[in-house]
């Protein structure tokens, strides 16, 4: 009894240590719990006082836990944490407690050390470089010490304050430093020599950002023996931090690299096994280095063919690796197989059945990791990865939400056509719990696989409209409408647009987002009067006219007045209700109300409806009646869409502004601005050779940072190419630019001049622009031109050279400009045939110290061999994306003069054929044709839309018809192309580049 008298009590006292927990945590003050740093409340006098004790011996000695109190605060003031601004310390004030703390190295408590070495380092940039230099002695004295600790944190700091003329003086104690027994100071050593050489320019990016550290890499350089020897040291971090400086002492050497790779992987000459055997030793760390250095000589800028003997190598060593006992190094070593060019998936197999051993991982981030890379592979090789969906049906249930999502977008991407149902059951109600940065990644997932499978497209838009009609934010539900709107115009079912235009209309009945509902009004009024009943759209249109803000208001106003003017049958009752808006409390809705009222009454009065006996009178108008139907200019200018978009008349504007002639205020004559007289804005899409890399590896690529030059590429595509043209006198009797052609290497990044070519083209002229970027620290080169000499060995040419502009000067780091005019010598078809030139770059080379940059030579000539140049028949088409109406501009062109051919092109996909006969004949899709059907992958005939503008203003569109052979042979093509030219020769161009 007393037994359970006493358990009573402890279970009664536990029930009342329950009870107040649980009312204080009712009753919390969260400001309570929020973390107070202890020197929230410093001043700064105060702390400057309290640094006095640093000039106390007795004290430094004695209480050294004082003084790294009184440093933790100073540092605290230095970094600018305070609330107060007036606290940071000023230049006078850190130069006088520096020196103060420069007293403390009297003392020999290891914490107090280490903090002086921490604050030398925080304040040094603050302080005067000359008064900094008083503390290298004793940091000197340090690192020549016999505590480890002291030599690894004194070449730390060294590192930072030092510049070249002083490293030569320490460069000894750095070198025996590099090779020490202790990793710790050989760690530390390699770590300075990085930071060292931290600043040194990269090739390609432009001038030198710090002239000091181009002598210091110059010091660095030397070091390479004992770099070499500490990568073979058996600590870990000492390989792992050797490997990473050799590397950044030779990634500007791509032969370098190679002999890098190749000796530590010992790839070149034993077999995959062997070496995977004898890499044993090198820690994981280093492995990884090693397959992301070994990833950059596949996949950079020059990516290797698959058949050539390197590649195999490099291939047969990340496969290597795939049995590692390392899981980070597996990873590292799979991610990157998938990152390869020009594999195909036998190649992709070893790596795919890594990943999928690691979504059975207890450990999130490995599943995560695994699941992420899996996801992007699945953009290019879905068939691949489906042999993983098992298991990653298994993950949509993962607690970890980032994963669940992924699984679910790598299962919509991968999942067969039966599929899809059961998918979209299992992931319905996962949406409604995970944030709406997750469900949009899972809505791009649905739009590729309704773009796979259009006969889906009904299950699809119905899913996406019942989650945006559920709760959510705008960026989710925009992202929904935006793909409801990207199947419309991609899916050429009918029955597609107006169930999803349906679906719209009854969202935006209780839309709480003004930019959504303004959009899909906009949406119905370009959609909705080409369907079969446009009357069923009427009713939502005009609640919106009632019942919302003025924007909304007058969108739908605007909506309205298109079907008015489209529909003929519903004219009058459109025109009745718009006039109730005619007194609309809002200007523009009021304004646009008057518009549209005023072009309907006209558009009764001269062709008014009369009605069929048959009640299906709005069944029987249909799409030919409408295009017959004579519309006043009024009404064809408010139809009538832009040429080209908003963002492409800015660019063209921009353009045709920058050109001499725009600007030239002698020029009595004034050219109207119209749109045939802008030039012609292209986007140039940087395509990866294989055809194979989607845009989320290239996410993953720039981790590896082997897709640098592209990203540099990309963000520079908008600019105007020909400003460096319009920036010459010399260059403006010759005229406007009509197009200019995507840069062009001729020469690879890795050697001493690296030298790239833009051909602009002009209605008679081709001008030639070399840009020559130096890459040598020790040479100045001046007077730089390109000499062109043609290959042709009939004599005839079609181009000739008749004007020159050599470059000045181009120092290291630089890039400078070189121009070279080629004129046309005939005129007619002829005169756009193709040619090829040898080009030699000329310049005078000068010897310049790479420190100072002083010239110390008055130079000699030099010679450089480039790559053949070639000008051919599509760099004189400007590829046209927007065409209005491709079916009415086909039929404008003449059909006498239409060119039918038919060919059988080597290639294995109806999509890469898509690919190559772009790039032969310089033309752009239109209308999305270029999106090829799941469908289209067997016999199915693909519909191909082709558009361009030929140098003078000369309209080209192409009909082109796909088709797989059945024989394997290849792909069938049957094209017919017309030209907006009288006799039809551009028409025949374009067809002779198909070869």
């Given amino acids: 009894q007393q037994t359970t008298s006493i358990m009573e009590g402890e279970l009664s006292v536990q029930s009342m240590i329950k009870e107040v927990g649980m009312l204080a945590d009712k009753f919390k003050d969260e400001d309570a719990e929020m973390y107070h740093s202890p020197y929230v409340h410093l001043e700064k006098s105060t702390v400057l006082q309290s640094a006095r004790i640093f000039h106390d011996p007795q004290i430094v000695r004695t209480d050294p836990r004082r003084c790294c109190t009184v440093i933790g605060q100073l540092l605290h ?62 940091l000197t004295k340090d690192m020549t010490c016999d505590v480890d600790l002291y030599r690894a944190n004194a070449l730390r700091v060294l590192s930072r304050i030092i510049d070249a003329s002083m490293l030569g003086a320490i460069e000894r104690y750095v070198k025996s430093a590099i090779v020490d027994a202790s990793p710790q100071v050989a760690s530390a050593a390699l770590v300075s020599a990085l930071h060292l050489i931290r600043d040194h320019n990269v090739k390609g990016t432009g001038a030198i950002a710090n002239p000091n550290a181009t002598a210091n890499f110059n010091i660095v350089k030397r070091w390479i023996s004992e770099i070499t020897t500490a990568s073979s040291s058996s600590d870990k971090m000492v390989q792992f931090h050797a490997l990473l400086l050799l590397y950044q002492i030779k990634k500007q050497d791509r032969l370098g690299v190679r002999k890098l790779v190749s000796s530590h992987s010992s790839q070149s000459s034993t077999t995959s096994r062997s070496s995977y055997q004898q890499s044993q030793g090198a820690s994981p ?30 291939y047969a060593y990340l496969e290597a690796l795939l049995r590692d006992k390392s899981e980070m190094v597996v990873f590292e070593a799979a991610k990157a197989i998938c990152l390869i060019p020009n594999t195909d998936s036998s190649d992709l197999q070893p790596a795919i059945h890594a990943l999928q051993l690691f979504l059975s991982s207890p450990k999130p981030t490995i599943r995560f990791a695994a699941i992420q890379v899996l996801s992007a592979l699945s953009d290019a090789h879905p068939r691949a990865v489906s042999k993983c969906n098992e298991d990653l049906e298994a993950l949509i249930g993962d607690p970890n939400r980032s994963v669940s999502t992924l699984a679910i977008s790598t299962l ?209 108008y249909t799409a030919e009646m409408k295009q017959e139907e004579n519309q006043s200019e009024a009404a064809s200018i408010l ?20 050109a001499p002639s725009a600007n030239d205020d002698s020029n009595e004559e004034v050219e109207e601005l119209t749109f045939d007289v802008l030039p012609v804005v292209e986007d140039h899409h940087i395509m990866d050779p294989s055809g194979a890399t989607t845009s989320a590896q290239h996410e993953l690529l720039n981790e590896f940072d082997a897709n640098s030059t592209n990203k540099a590429n990309i963000a520079s595509a908008n600019v105007n190419a020909a400003a460096n043209v319009y920036a010459q006198p010399e260059l403006a009797q010759f005229g406007r630019v009509f197009r200019s052609t995507p840069v062009l290497q001729l020469t690879e990044s890795e050697t001493e001049y690296v030298v790239t070519c833009t051909k602009h083209i002009l209605p008679e002229h081709v001008i030639l622009e070399f840009s020559i970027l130096n890459t040598l620290d020790d040479q100045l080169l001046q007077g730089v031109t390109v000499e062109l000499q043609s290959t042709s060995q009939s004599g005839a040419h079609v181009y000739d050279p008749v004007a020159a502009i050599p470059c000045d000067r181009i120092p290291y780091g630089d890039t400078g400009q070189s121009f070279v005019v080629l004129q046309r010598v005939s005129q007619g078809s002829c005169s756009y045939e193709d040619e090829s030139f040898d080009c030699e770059l000329k310049f005078t080379v000068v010897s310049v110290d790479p420190d100072t940059q002083e010239e110390l030579d008055d130079g000699y000539e030099e010679e450089y061999p480039l790559e053949q140049l070639d000008i051919c028949t599509k760099d004189f088409m400007a590829g046209k994306t927007t065409v209005v109406d491709f079916r009415k501009s086909w039929e404008g062109l003449q059909g006498q003069n239409e060119v039918l051919n038919k060919f059988v092109l080597s290639y294995k996909s109806v999509g890469d054929a898509i690919q190559g006969l772009v790039s032969s004949l310089g033309l752009s899709p239109v209308d999305g044709t270029d999106v090829v059907a799941s469908a289209s992958a067997g016999n199915k005939p693909h519909m191909l839309h082709l558009a361009g503008q030929f140098v003078g203003n000369t309209l080209v569109l192409a009909r ?32 002779d580049c198909i070869r």
């Fill in 412 to 620: 919509l991407k991968t999942g067969s056509e039966s599929s899809i149902e059961r998918y979209l059951k299992q992931i319905s109600g996962l949406l409604t719990d995970i944030p709406d940065e997750y469900k949009i990644s899972i809505i791009h997932s649905i739009r590729t696989l309704c773009t796979s499978y259009p006969h889906k497209h009904a299950t699809l838009i119905s899913f996406l409209a019942n989650f945006l009609r559920d709760e959510g934010g705008f960026e989710f539900k925009h992202c929904i409408v935006n793909t409801i709107e990207a199947l419309m115009h991609t899916i050429p079912d009918v029955s597609c647009k107006e169930t999803a235009l349906l679906h719209l209309c009854e969202f935006i009945e209780d839309c709480e987002f003004v930019q959504l509902s303004t959009h899909i009004l906009h949406l119905l009024g370009n959609l909705g009067p080409s369907t079969t009943q446009p009357s069923r759209y009427i009713r939502f249109l005009y609640n919106r006219v009632i019942l919302e803000v003025g924007c909304v208001r007058s969108a739908a106003v605007c909506a309205l007045g298109k079907f008015g003017l489209q529909s003929k049958p519903l004219r009058a009752s459109v025109l009745g209700l718009l006039k109730a808006s005619l007194c609309d409390e809002d200007d523009e809705t009021r304004d646009r109300a008057t518009l549209y009222v005023t072009i309907l009454q006209q558009a009764l009065e001269e062709d008014p409806y009369i009605a069929m006996d048959d009640a299906k009178d709005e069944e029987d």
């Fill in 77 to 138: 003031l230095q970094n600018g944490m305070g609330a107060d601004p007036s606290n940071l310390l000023t230049g006078v004030e850190a130069t006088e407690v520096f020196f103060g703390v420069t007293k403390l190295f009297m003392s020999d408590d290891a914490s107090l050390r280490r903090m002086v070495y921490l604050f030398i380092k925080e304040v040094a940039e603050t302080c005067n470089p000359d008064d900094v230099i008083i503390v290298t002695s004793s």
């Fill in 960 to 991: 082109a018809q796909m088709v797989l052979d059945g024989g394997k042979k290849g792909v069938v093509l049957k094209i017919a192309i017309r030209s907006g030219d009288e006799d039809g020769e551009v028409a025949k161009l374009v067809a």
């Fill in 285 to 314: 760390l280093t492995k990884v280095l090693l397959v992301r250095y070994t990833l950059s000589l596949i996949s950079g800028n020059n990516i290797l063919p698959r058949e050539d003997d390197e590649w195999r190598s490099h």
């Fill in 639 to 658: 139809l009538e869409p832009m040429p080209m978009s908003f963002d492409q008349l800015e660019r063209a504007l921009i353009m045709y502004a920058a």
